[in-house]
Nanobody, 120 residues
Framework: VQLQASGGGLVQAGGSLRLSCAAS????????MGWYREAPGKQREMVATITSGDSTNYEDSVKGRFFISRDNTKNTVYLQINSLKPEDTAVYYC???????????????WGQGTLVTVSS
C-alpha cells in the first residue's frame, strides 16, 4: 500500500486545515485507515482512525475538533482539523492497516507525513 499525504501548512491558532491521504491499494484489502502525529520531542500518537465500516475513534484531545472520513471510491482518507491549537503542531502521518489479497496477516503502512504548524 502506498500512501500520499497532503494538506499540511502553517495556520494561525483557531484556524482549520484539511489533510488528505490517497492510497494505492491494488492487490490489498484495507482494514482501517487513520492519522497519527509526531510532535517535536514526543512519540508518535494516534489522532483518529476509521474502519472499513466507517467506525471512528479519536484521541481525547482532538474530539470535537478533528473529523476523519474516507471516500472508498477514491481510496482517500481525510482529516478535517478545526480550532487548531499550537499544541497540534506536528508531522501528521497517514496510516493504513491492510493485508494482501488471499492472505490473512495484516500490516501497517505509512505515508511520508505532512507538517502542520500552528502559530499562536
Amino acid at each position: 500500500v502506498q500512501l500520499q499525504a497532503s494538506g499540511g501548512g502553517l495556520v494561525q491558532a483557531g484556524g482549520s486545515l484539511r489533510l488528505s491521504c490517497a492510497a494505492s491499494t491494488r492487490g490489498f484489502v484495507i482494514n482501517h485507515m487513520g492519522w497519527y502525529r509526531e510532535a517535536p520531542g514526543k512519540q508518535r500518537e494516534m489522532v483518529a482512525t476509521i474502519t472499513s465500516g466507517d467506525s471512528t475513534n479519536y484521541e481525547d484531545s482532538v474530539k470535537g475538533r478533528f473529523f476523519i472520513s474516507r471516500d472508498n471510491t477514491k481510496n482517500t482518507v481525510y482529516l478535517q482539523i478545526n480550532s487548531l491549537k499550537p499544541e497540534d503542531t506536528a508531522v501528521y502521518y497517514c496510516n493504513s492497516r491492510a493485508r494482501r489479497l488471499g492472505r490473512t496477516l495484516e500490516y501497517d503502512y505509512w505515508g511520508q507525513g505532512t507538517l502542520v504548524t500552528v502559530s499562536s
